[in-house]
């Protein structure tokens, strides 16, 4: 199965700055999927970022919000844009994955926004 | 479009009694299910899955799910509940076709009481 280091686990923002999070995975895969777990709720897909191409937002996010890179096929970053304190949530990166699991996820990114 | 639907929001059971979290899924022809856990501060970690083959699906912790097509249900199950099983349980789905990504239910929160 693919292994996935996610960077950074947390950290503290001032409102109106921005994140960028970073997945780096120890294959080569076609599709890298961006979730967000707002406290205490389940993950929604935010988008799927796609080697090659603009990524594909799920309704309610949007790119100046969101901007994701996907620069080649083990690598992608996702930005959260001018922050609020809404914007508090943890944050995930997924593959597709050989093996048994079928999926890997990052270890996510745990967000607070002051 | 995909819906996973976990109708508990809670499941409480007492240690030792066996335990159920339900789950629903919408995806027509051959639905991918998973089961995931997530204890608190901590990542997701992967139960079992059901993609084809036997119905029961055992995996780990003890934890097993029943395929149920009739039903369109994915039931986690366990005989014996452990207070250490205290956790958010998500139930999730993709479409049988490529690289899509995982669908998650809302999360059950199971507390096994001593």
């Known amino acids: 199965s693919a292994v996935i280091s996610q960077k950074p686990s947390r950290d503290i923002c001032q409102r109106g700055t921005s994140l960028t999070i970073q997945c780096q995975v120890d294959s080569q895969v076609t599709m890298m999927f961006w979730y967000r777990q707002q406290p205490g709720q389940s993950l929604t897909l935010i988008a799927t970022?796609?080697?090659?191409?603009?990524?594909?937002?799920e309704s309610g996010f949007v790119i100046d919000k969101f901007p994701i890179s996907r620069p080649n096929l083990t690598f992608s970053t996702l930005t959260v844009s001018n922050m609020s304190p809404e914007d508090s949530s943890i944050y995930l990166c997924s593959v597709v994955s050989a093996g048994e699991y079928g999926y890997t996820f990052g270890s996510g990114t745990r967000l607070t926004v002051v | 479009a995909q819906s996973v639907a976990q109708p508990e929001d809670q499941v409480n059971v007492a240690e030792g009694n066996p335990l159920t979290v339900k789950c629903t899924y919408s995806?027509?022809?051959?639905?991918?299910l998973f089961w995931y856990v997530q204890y608190p501060n901590r990542g997701l970690q992967f139960l079992l899955k059901?993609?084809?083959?036997?119905?029961l699906v055992k995996g780990s912790y003890g934890f097993e799910a029943e395929f149920n097509k009739s039903q369109t249900s994915f039931h986690l199950k366990k005989p014996s509940a452990l207070v250490s099983d205290s956790a958010l349980y998500f139930c999730?789905?993709?479409?049988?076709?490529?690289?899509?990504?995982?669908?998650f239910g809302k999360g059950t929160r199971l507390s096994v009481i001593a």
């Open positions: 059901y993609i084809t083959g036997d119905n």
């Open positions: 995806v027509s022809g051959n639905p991918y």
């Open positions: 999730a789905e993709r479409q049988n076709s490529g690289n899509t990504p995982l669908v």
């Open positions: 970022a796609n080697q090659g191409s603009e990524a594909t937002y």
